[in-house]
């Protein structure tokens, strides 16, 4: 574990910017809009329409392409903040390569990890024209469509601001240039595939830690989201396969799918009483199948139970069936086929938890420290102190992370146990 990894501080902190960065905050709207929803509205948008493109062509689609650009694109956003659109068009046409160059240079310290190959493609991301062409276009499909699933929200409180209706033909106008691809077509049609993009967008409205106030407040969509690119970035470390990457993301994107039908049941809850757990996952996939999977081409449905049911196990789907591999080292040394679809669920978990803990650890360093998080800061802490994955020192992470408080306590907890 030579070299800083992918998965480190400074990108972990870059990335939880974007939950501060406020969408539409010079219009009338009645809830924040972050960045950190949007894009995470936007990778979902971008798996609905890759999946049209690719039952319209069988492997038209680079699946890691459209993740990695999904991630280049929204630090590429963080870095430049909340720029209002007409400005960042206006300002990338005209020097839209020297600003990708200064973007770029922003991100080399904390994106340059070991071997650098996450650096060298997001700078042949921006500046090759002939680099991911399809994904491009589909992610660049998806920004708009999830700008419009805003906007839609917001027309609805002040149609009558001044510029308003402006604003809504120029969304439309660059959604209509994307007609060509399969799924925004589908989606146009406001029917079924909308609806399955209408319930994930809900996710914006559950909060995290609901039990607490936190800086910065958190999604269950915004939190999927990081889980899956933190998930993308521990694979990548570890060395794993492409097809583990693509698999690892799209499993922490949606690994908490089913709370749009159930919401956030807390760990603690859970645990509370024997068998617990296991009347809550029955329940969720009795409304997965009820309710959510009906809003997807029935071909897709094996794949989302796949992303959604047991979550955090190592797997593979074997003749349509998904399959537990029990030994933790399995997924490492064993050779699995790509067709086999293996899945990282472990390492989702570590991801997940290290989300929550630095969901916790943040707010607490802003001033809200309430008896749930630090419980929960001090209970995710001890779970992982020490503790190295295949390419990750997560003990490391989770120490530049903790709140000097907890950290005493803890101490202090272990003094008085000698």
């Known amino acids: 574990m030579d070299g800083k990894g992918l998965l480190n501080a400074q990108v972990i902190d870059l990335v ?4 501060s960065i406020r969408r539409w905050n010079d219009q009338i709207n009645p809830m924040d809009f972050t960045e950190l929803d949007k894009q995470a509205h936007k990778m979902i948008i971008a798996y609905v329409l890759a999946k049209f493109e690719e ?14 650009g999904g991630i280049f694109e929204m630090l590429h956003r963080i870095v430049l903040t909340d720029i209002k ?11 839209g390569k020297e600003l990708n160059a200064w973007v770029c240079g922003q991100l080399e310290e904390a994106t340059n990890c070991r ?4 650096h060298q493609r997001m700078r042949q991301y921006f500046f090759k024209s002939d680099y991911a062409v399809l994904e491009k276009r589909i992610l660049k499909a998806a920004h708009f469509l999830a700008t419009q699933w805003e906007f839609n929200i917001l027309y609805k409180m002040c149609p009558f601001i001044n510029g308003i209706d402006q604003i809504r033909q120029e969304i439309e106008d660059q959604i209509e240039d994307h007609y060509d691809l399969l799924g925004v077509q589908k989606l146009s049609l406001k029917r079924k595939t909308a609806g399955f993009v209408d319930l994930c967008g809900q996710l ?9 106030p936190r800086i910065p407040p958190t999604s269950v969509l915004g939190h999927m989201l990081v889980v899956a690119m933190m ?6 470390d570890g060395n794993a396969g492409g097809d583990r990457l693509v698999n690892g993301f799209f499993g922490g994107l949606f690994h908490d799918l089913p709370e749009v039908l159930t919401r956030d049941i807390t760990s603690p809850i859970k645990a509370a009483v024997g068998g617990l757990d296991d009347i809550i996952k029955e329940y969720e996939c009795r409304q997965m199948e009820d309710k959510l999977l009906p809003l997807l081409p029935s071909p897709w449905h094996a794949e989302i139970r796949y992303y959604t049911e047991d979550e955090f196990s190592d797997r593979i ?14 997924i490492w040394t064993r050779d699995i086929p790509k067709e086999l679809r293996p899945m990282d669920g472990r390492c989702i978990r570590c991801c997940d938890h290290l989300a929550a803990f630095i969901e916790a650890s943040l707010s607490i360093r802003q001033g809200i420290r309430s008896r749930h998080l630090l419980e929960g800061a001090e209970r995710l802490y001890a779970l992982y102190a020490g503790k190295k994955g295949h390419g990750v020192d997560y003990g490391k ?21 000698r």
């Open 16 to 19: 939880y910017d974007a939950a």
């Open 204 to 212: 914006r409205f559950q909060k995290r830690w609901s039990q607490s």
């Open 231 to 236: 998930t993308y970035m521990a694979l990548s």
């Open 397 to 417: 992470l989770y120490d530049e992370f903790i709140p000097l408080e907890v950290k005493e306590k803890l101490q202090e907890g272990s003094h008085h146990e």
């Open 55 to 68: 039952d319209r062509v069988a492997g038209s689609v680079d699946w890691l392409r459209l993740i990695e």
């Open 115 to 118: 071997d650098g190959g996450f």
């Open 85 to 95: 659109p007409p400005v960042f068009h206006k300002m990338m046409s005209e020097k």
């Open 317 to 330: 789907l074997e003749n349509g069936e998904s399959k537990r591999l029990e030994d933790p080292e399995e």
